[in-house]
């Protein structure tokens, strides 16, 4: 089975400017979330979407949003970008029932100039 | 959220077996008991869970105090691919992680 799969790998974007990255989940997973990990603040849960509805978010202001489709794969957007949004976003797929294990993809290194 | 203590950083040569320690004192009684380790450059890997019984996989074992309180990740015997950081995160959720800063494990050859 082939395993998570978030690209860009890299991305180097100016403040202002708005980003948009993609994760593909594992085949029959329906469950994708999203979290962003720092060296000051750790990893944080952004969202999670479940069968195309935002099930859960995280503490992240609106310029955060996200997105799934049909075929559970997902988007996530910033916006009006700015330099603390630099960090590393990890996209992680599960079937989606509670307590089971998340499956991370290598994330998109996102760094805003 | 229930609030974790982990040690900041622990060593270990290769081939030895490694426990790290998780405090949970304020664990609810839904949470399960979930570690991931994070190698360097990769996305967190899941490692073991468990409720209240000791728990094994073929990666680690997994032992709870009676109390639920705290647990202690049991790597058998460490090799230089488990150099990496572990998180202990109380868990009930549904993908909802909350990482701690967890602990650095060094794997000297």
């Known amino acids: 089975k082939a395993g998570v799969t978030q690209t860009p790998r890299y991305l180097i974007k100016t403040r202002g400017q708005q980003v948009t990255l993609s994760c593909s989940p594992i085949?029959?997973?329906?469950?994708v979330s999203w979290y962003q990990q720092t060296p000051g603040q750790g990893l944080q849960f952004l969202f999670e979407?479940?069968?195309?509805?935002?099930?859960n978010k995280g503490n992240f202001p609106g310029r955060f949003s996200g997105r799934q489709f049909s075929n559970s794969r997902s988007e996530m957007n910033v916006s009006t970008l700015e330099l603390g949004d630099s960090a590393l976003y990890l996209c992680?797929?599960?079937?989606?029932?509670?307590?089971?294990?998340?499956?991370f993809g290598s994330g998109t290194q996102l760094s805003v100039l | 959220d229930a609030k974790t203590t982990q040690p900041n950083s622990m060593e270990s040569n290769e081939e030895e077996p490694v426990h790290l320690p998780c405090n949970h004192s304020?664990?609810?009684?839904?949470?399960?008991i979930h570690w991931y380790r994070q190698l360097p450059s990769q996305g967190p890997e899941y490692v073991i869970h468990?409720?209240?019984s000791n728990v094994n996989n073929r990666m680690a074992s997994l032992a709870i105090a009676e109390d639920r309180k705290s647990s202690t990740l049991i790597l058998h015997r460490a090799t230089l691919r488990d150099a990496a950081v572990y998180y202990c995160?109380?868990?009930?959720?549904?993908?909802?992680?909350?990482f701690g800063k967890g602990t650095m494990l060094l794997v000297s050859p």
């Open positions: 992680a797929s599960s079937a989606g029932v509670a307590n089971e294990k998340l499956f």
């Open positions: 995160i109380p868990y009930s959720g549904y993908s909802t992680l909350t």
């Open positions: 468990g409720l209240t």
């Open positions: 304020t664990i609810s009684g839904t949470d399960y």
């Open positions: 979407y479940f069968s195309e509805t935002q099930r």
């Open positions: 085949s029959g997973h329906r469950s």
